[in-house]
């Protein structure tokens, strides 16, 4: 009923004047749509409701997404400084958060050591990265990205943000029910975390912990479906998929593995779910009891939750890495001026971590009680898995090599991802291998892999993200000055805090510890020390996240005004206003080449926005690399 | 800018060094108790010794004539000196949480002991005084016994990726250092690449990023070298994860014992003289397991209520124990001593304190002994006493908590 159409005035004025935005040249778009399609632009909604809140831009949606995943990135923060606190200086007073477990002594109840380090994992995996990865970058950008108004299903893409609530009230509620938040780790292993008198998290908290999951499952995989559809059906003339960014390519390969890997996830959770409050046995050996309980009647397995809850959550460390490195690849891509080195290679390489993804999940169960000859072959996918990754690496560096390499916050992140991710890809070696595993399972070491891919990589590709697409997606730059304080900060304190847990890793500190100083082999002063250590160093990287929250409020209100291609990038996203108009671009753009031609020797300037064709003058493309 | 390739190259250099240091260094990985607190084990040793030959100073002056001779009441005094100061340094010791029980119990007994050679003193100083002695010559023993006793507790060193001690921890240990080769070298090249190219690419006026989309070539030697690389490890290590694990493999010997694990201890049992395990002459014990010096041993791993896992760090063997499931686990040592037992997998709220003490006996004989013994203390319960060592031995901090 309100259809207008696109040629009235855009309800917010984007700034389309100047040299680099992509005017369309007036040639015949190559293949994509119908034409028409320019003729179906709905006007911003005026209500402020529908507009900011309930509303269906995809740029809004992944805003709201951005925002909620921060503010969980400061609660799960926290709970991390808590374990930290606990394991420098066990059992000592916490200050001030002795209210936590009502309890008048300031002493952490060792129950309670164990809900943080539940909550803080699953916070940080399903309520941090993978919303600030998928939920705000995939939304914000696919559409950007691909040349498209929005996306496919834009009332799903509302609904999915809009399911992420009951998972964020659950999640945060689950600390008041009687019993307290879960304590079965976010990897909630059967019996601990279906038998009720087990541990006090299970009384209550596990059930909770089990819906917000849930919750979050159906948001993640409306986003999903929509992704996938949006990749395959809404690109500009011209886009082919070789011409995807690499950033597109991430998102929509996460979306695949995502839409295959959920389901099983789902079940789980509903299976678990039905063990807790239905009396089914999925998980219950026959005759468990457990703390003196009844007898269950059994005929379960408690494997089988392993089985199933690794053949997601193997695909989903990948689904919250694949989109850092898409990040990744056009940042140092964009600030090396340099094309991408191998950028079909990249691809396929992305396509490879995906399939393989799907048959390694029981390396997380070489010492489960599984059959080791399974085992040996979960052993030999893992290793092969490590190809793909290194492949990526040396491709950036290739990408660097030969460049003219700009240090600006977002680079030196991304520069970051790429060192850091190196170790955590070299420390997984260690634990493919089955036989080093035997020592390393479940100690430290494993900590140590996990944040060197999830904050050294994944969260340092997060903020390589944020400084790249701020002036995108608020209008304004961000303070380089600060972003590099920042950056510089953040990096010797994060490989301060996580870098000593590799030692006391090998030495074998055992993960999920509330207090390893029982242990005549810990209770020494290099192991003490070391945490100690590790907590300074946490503390500091914690308070170095204020210079971030500072820079971007400051540069929210009263940043330097961003014109629309500040970097001066070729991706489609910088050929419209900054913030882009509702409805994205004055005129779908059509696509003359991939995204990556920066510095052709026959371009004026050193880069080539992807709506502008080649010189004819230029060589043909090498079409085995780009 | 260069400061930033500095940045990452420092990173890089810090990170390769201590990655390589100190998995090799004896004192850091899996560091005895006794090297990491050397001075608090200097102390009881030096009790043990000087308790025992002040013993038998004094038992010398039991049946002497008269009162004792200057010499020998100057040696009473200094001995009583000493007690004293022991007495200080003792409860220093267990200030700082050294075998705090044991520090605290012989803290009292060095003041007994001095107490009681002071009296002995001041008696024989007056005449012949074989009570006093007695009374001092007890104190004395009692104290070194204890002291004797508190040595034993500690366990022993070892496990070291230098000088492994089991049959698994050498296989282990070999691959483990391979693969910090093959790593190591990958991170020094990769991180070596990077800090070169972000050194020598900066922006620069004037010059332009070369235009290349990359090389075929390149991308085929950067797949394939690493591909056979990692084939070849994954080939390598089967034979060690054979060896370790798989059934197929385990030598044909009766189990030892089974093992059950429990929130939160480990109940153990062991065949009784009848060599069958679940038969009533068993014998049971809590967060207690022997086995035999270079003899592999195979127990039954088991759990009665949740996961947990069957963790000996410096013999390189872990598996969960699984409710339902009933997992063969072989191991040995190639080392006598007393080890420690972990449990690695996430039980509930007292997963932190789930610790056994683990004896290798040097013989079969010294095992046997120990066998009978026990299963005799088990049969004929002597009146309750102090509670045994080892079932509350567990250090346990005071968390509150439910039971
Ligand atoms: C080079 C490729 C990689 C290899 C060979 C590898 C290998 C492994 C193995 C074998 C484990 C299980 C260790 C154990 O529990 O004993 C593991 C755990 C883990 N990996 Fe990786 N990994 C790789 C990359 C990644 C990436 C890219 C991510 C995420 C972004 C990741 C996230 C994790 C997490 C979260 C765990 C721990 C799960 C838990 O037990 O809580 N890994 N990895
Ligand atoms: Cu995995
Ligand atoms: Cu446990």
Redesign the pocket.
């Known amino acids: 009923m309100s259809s207008e159409p696109h040629h009235d005035a855009p309800a917010q004025g984007p700034d389309l004047a100047g040299p680099d935005t992509g005017m369309a040249p007036g040639t015949i778009p190559t293949s994509g749509h119908a034409p028409g399609h320019d003729e179906h632009i709905h006007p911003a909604p005026r209500n402020p409701l529908f507009r900011y809140i309930f509303s269906t831009d995809h740029k809004v949606i992944g805003i709201q997404f951005l925002f909620s995943g921060l503010i969980f990135f400061v609660v799960g923060g926290l709970l991390a400084l808590a374990i930290r606190w606990q394991l420098a200086w066990p059992w000592s007073d916490l200050p001030h958060l002795s209210a936590l477990w009502d309890s008048s002594a300031g002493q952490m109840p060792p129950e309670f050591y164990n809900k943080l380090v539940t909550m803080h994992?699953t916070i940080m995996?399903f309520f941090v990265i993978i919303p600030i990865l998928l939920g705000a970058f995939g939304n914000f950008l696919i559409p950007l990205m691909i040349g498209a108004r929005d996306m496919a299903f834009p009332t799903l893409n509302m609904l999915s943000y809009w399911f992420m609530w009951p998972a964020f009230v659950l999640i945060v509620f689950s600390f008041f029910v009687p019993g307290g938040a879960s304590e079965a780790?976010?990897?909630g292993y059967p019996p601990l975390s279906t038998a009720e008198w087990s541990t006090p998290g299970s009384l209550n908290g596990q059930t909770i912990w089990l819906m917000a999951l849930l919750f979050a499952g159906i948001s993640s995989m409306m986003g999903s479906i929509n992704y996938i559809t949006t990749v395959l059906m809404l690109r500009a003339p011209g886009m082919t998929l070789f011409r995807l960014p690499m950033t597109v390519w991430g998102l929509f390969i996460t979306a695949l593995l995502q839409a295959f890997a959920l389901p099983v996830l789902t079940s789980a959770l509903v299976m678990q779910l039905l063990d807790r409050v239905a009396g089914t046995n999925f998980f219950s050996p026959t005759g468990l009891s457990v703390a003196n309980g009844p007898e269950e009647v059994g005929g379960g397995h408690p494997l089988l939750w392993q089985h199933l809850f690794w053949f997601y959550?193997?695909p989903a460390?990948?689904i919250?890495?694949l989109p850092?490195m898409g990040i990744v690849s056009d940042v140092i891509s964009t600030f090396s001026r340099k094309p991408l080195f191998g950028y079909k290679p990249m691809v396929f390489a992305i396509g490879a971590i995906a399939l393989l993804g799907f048959i390694?999940w029981g390396?997380?169960m070489?010492?489960s009680g599984m059959n080791p000859a399974l085992g040996a072959t979960f052993m030999l996918s893992?290793?092969m898995?490590?190809l793909p990754?290194?492949i990526k690496t040396f491709n950036w560096l290739g990408t660097m090599w030969g460049g003219s390499i700009h240090f600006t916050a977002a680079m030196l992140n991304a520069v970051a991802f790429v060192a850091m991710?190196v170790i955590?890809?070299?420390?997984?070696?260690f634990?493919?291998a089955t036989p080093t595993?035997i020592h390393?399972?479940?100690t430290y070491f494993?900590?140590a892999?996990?944040h060197y891919?999830?904050f050294g990589?994944?969260s340092f590709g997060i903020f390589a993200a944020l400084y790249y697409w701020f002036p995108k997606m608020f209008g304004r730059m961000m303070n380089e000055t600060l972003g590099k304080i920042h950056f510089a900060l953040s990096f010797v304190f994060f490989n301060g805090t996580f870098f000593p847990m590799h030692i006391v890793g090998m030495h074998a500190q055992p993960?999920r510890y509330a207090d390893y100083t029982g242990f005549e082999l810990f209770n020494n002063e290099a192991v003490i020390g070391l945490n100690q250590l590790m907590t300074v160093c946490a503390i500091g990287l914690g308070l170095s996240q204020l210079i971030l929250v500072s820079n971007f409020v400051a540069s929210l209100v009263a940043g330097r005004k961003a014109g629309a291609n500040p970097w001066r990038a070729n991706t489609l996203e910088w050929q419209t206003g900054s913030p882009p108009p509702h409805y994205n671009f004055e005129r779908i753009p059509t696509v003359y080449h991939p995204a990556y031609e920066y510095s052709l020797p026959e371009a004026e300037s050193d880069y080539l926005p992807q709506t502008e064709p080649r010189p004819p003058r230029a060589e043909p493309l090498d079409h085995i690399m780009a | 800018m260069k400061a930033w390739s500095l940045l990452f190259g420092l990173t890089a250099v810090i990170a390769t060094a201590a990655f390589v240091y100190a998995p090799f260094d004896e004192d850091w990985w899996l560091p005895s108790y006794r090297a990491t607190n050397a001075e608090a084990m200097a102390t009881l040793e030096e009790i043990d010794a000087r308790s025992g030959a002040l013993a038998g100073e004094v038992e010398a002056m039991r049946d002497l004539g008269g009162p004792a001779s200057a010499e020998q009441l100057e040696g009473l005094d200094s001995g009583r000196r000493w007690l004293a100061r022991q007495a200080v340094r003792l409860g220093m010791m267990a200030d700082q949480g050294f075998l705090s029980e044991r520090s605290r119990e012989l803290q009292s007994r060095a003041a007994l002991a001095s107490e009681a050679v002071a009296s002995a003193r001041e008696a024989l100083g007056i005449g012949p005084a074989p009570a006093a002695v007695e009374e001092a010559v007890g104190a004395l023993e009692g104290l070194r016994e204890r002291a004797e006793a508190a040595i034993a507790s500690v366990s022993e060193p070892g496990g070291s990726l230098r000088a492994p001690i089991s049959s698994a921890a050498r296989q282990i240990d070999h691959l483990y250092v391979l693969i910090l080769v093959i790593t190591g070298l990958t991170f020094v090249g990769v991180m070596g690449a990077m800090v070169v190219a972000l050194w020598r690419f900066g922006a620069k006026p004037g010059r332009k990023a070369v235009y290349s989309h990359g090389s075929l070539k390149v991308e085929i030697a950067w797949t394939v070298i690493p591909g056979a690389i990692l084939v070849f490890l994954a080939l390598y290590q089967l034979r060690a994860w054979a060896d370790i694990k798989f059934k197929s493999s385990y030598p044909d010997v009766a189990p030892l014992a089974e093992v059950t694990a429990r929130q939160f201890q480990w109940t153990i049992r062991y065949p009784g003289p009848d060599g069958q395990i679940g038969t009533g002459d068993d014998l049971h014990t809590v967060n207690d397991l022997h086995f035999v010096k270079g003899q592999p041993t195979i127990i039954r791993l088991k759990s009665d209520d949740v996961l947990h896992s069957f963790f000996l760090p410096q013999l390189r063997i872990k598996q969960d124990a699984v409710p339902g499931m009933d997992i063969p686990v072989l191991f040995d040592a190639d080392k006598a001593g007393r080890f420690e037992l972990l449990c690695a997998e996430l039980c509930g709220w007292g997963h932190y304190k789930m610790r056994a003490q683990v004896t290798v006996h040097e013989t079969q004989d010294e095992f046997d002994e120990w066998l009978a013994r026990s299963l005799e203390e088990q049969d004929y319960p002597p009146p309750p006493a102090s509670d045994p060592d080892g079932v509350a031995a567990a250090a346990v901090p005071p968390g509150p908590g439910v039971e």
Do not use: C, E, K, P
Request: hydrophobic share 50%.
């Open positions: 994992g995996i780790g976010w990897t959550s193997h460390v990948y919250m890495i850092a390694v390396h997380h070489f010492q893992t290793m898995i490590a990754s290194a991710f955590g890809g070299l420390s997984g070696i634990m493919a595993d390393i399972h479940d494993i900590v892999h996990i891919v999830l990589g994944s993960r």
